[in-house]
């Protein structure tokens, strides 16, 4: 299955992580840096916990993975914005 599972695990747990920064009085701008820094750590946690079919087979590239995964989540909040016609 190519790692999605776990690609889209990160990311829905960062998404759910960005949106709880949101009830906190901090700005906006520090939700990517955080999502980013989340997934890195979870991709690492996946890769060291052998996660099925994660697309990783070592460190550098499970932190780069979980990077991705944790800033697609704000790419999914911003597309969700958009379609609103949120700004």
């Known amino acids: 299955m ?6 889209a695990a990160i990311t829905v747990i960062c998404y759910l992580i960005g ?6 009085p ?3 701008k520090y939700i ?3 999502c980013g820094v989340v997934g890195g750590i979870l991709g690492v946690i996946g890769y060291l ?5 994660f697309p990783a087979n070592d460190l550098i590239t499970a932190i780069a993975v979980g ?8 790419g999914v ?3 969700k ?3 609103k016609g949120d700004k």
């Open 81 to 83: 914005k958009q379609m």
């Open 77 to 79: 909040d911003q597309i």
């Open 19 to 24: 949106l709880g920064v949101k009830a906190f």
């Open 32 to 34: 990517p840096i955080i």
């Open 49 to 53: 916990n052998h996660m099925p079919d």
């Open 26 to 28: 901090l700005d906006d």
């Open 2 to 7: 190519f790692g999605i599972v776990g690609v």
């Open 67 to 74: 990077i991705v995964s944790g800033l697609s989540a704000t």
